[in-house]
Antibody, heavy 117, light 107 residues
């Protein structure tokens, strides 16, 4: 069974930093690209980053470009999201999502990031 | 970026009803479109990919169609488990985008 478990969310002040982790199991992790998608409270879905299976290619949404960095460690079956210069509008549930030919076929349960003073 | 719209934003329906949700793209995306179902407090679940292909394990009452800029998700006979919010998602480009969602609630 595919499992994606996010961690690292919490309350952070504006301008602060946070690192999210996603631990994967139940599939051949190193052969799949991964994404992060977020959802602000009561709002829709917002794709924010993509990382290829090897980690050599990354893409970001305009709202996080230059502030967020995605990485992965295939030996640890994990993907990470380093978030800097956090703003109130980054408050959201952050989902780790498996990428199957650019379709988001499996989602984690999400981790909540709240940016507030 | 490709903009996605959905209509209606909310839909009230009864058990057994045939329900149709429309998704439109701001430019042609061929058939690179997926549909997801999300229930409150839960992660989205993939229903349909490539506009009309049913994800494994998803009931056959979920039917996707369309190509280019206009797509539909039809639930042929609404069941109690189907009350949820539905999102379309285009993956034609390296900047994927979602529609704003359609909430299906009980009439």
């Amino acid at each position: 069974e595919v499992q994606l478990v996010e961690s690292g969310g919490g309350l952070v002040q504006p301008g602060g930093s946070l690192r999210l982790s996603c631990a994967a199991s139940g599939f051949s992790f190193s052969t799949y690209a991964m994404n992060w998608v977020r959802q602000a409270p009561g709002k829709g879905l917002d794709w924010i980053s993509y990382i290829s299976s090897s980690g050599s290619t990354t893409y970001y949404g305009d709202s996080v470009k230059g502030r967020f960095t995605v990485s992965r460690d295939n030996t640890k079956r994990s993907v990470y999201l380093e978030m800097n210069s956090l703003r109130a509008e980054d408050t959201a549930v952050y989902y780790c999502v498996r990428d199957w030919n650019f379709v988001f076929d499996h989602w984690g349960q999400g981790t909540l990031v709240a940016v507030s003073s | 970026d490709i903009q996605m719209t959905q209509s209606p934003s909310t839909l009230s329906a009864s058990i057994g009803d045939r329900v149709t949700i429309t998704c439109r793209a701001s430019q042609s995306i061929s058939n690179w479109l997926a549909w997801y179902q999300q229930k409150p407090g839960k992660a989205p679940k993939l229903l349909i990919y490539k506009a009309s292909s049913l994800e494994s394990g998803v009931p056959s009452r979920f039917i996707g169609s369309g190509s280019g800029t206009e797509f539909t998700l039809t639930i042929s006979s609404l069941q109690p488990d189907d009350f949820a919010t539905y999102y379309c998602h285009q993956y034609n480009s390296f900047s994927p985008t979602f529609g704003p969602g359609t909430k299906v609630d009980i009439k």
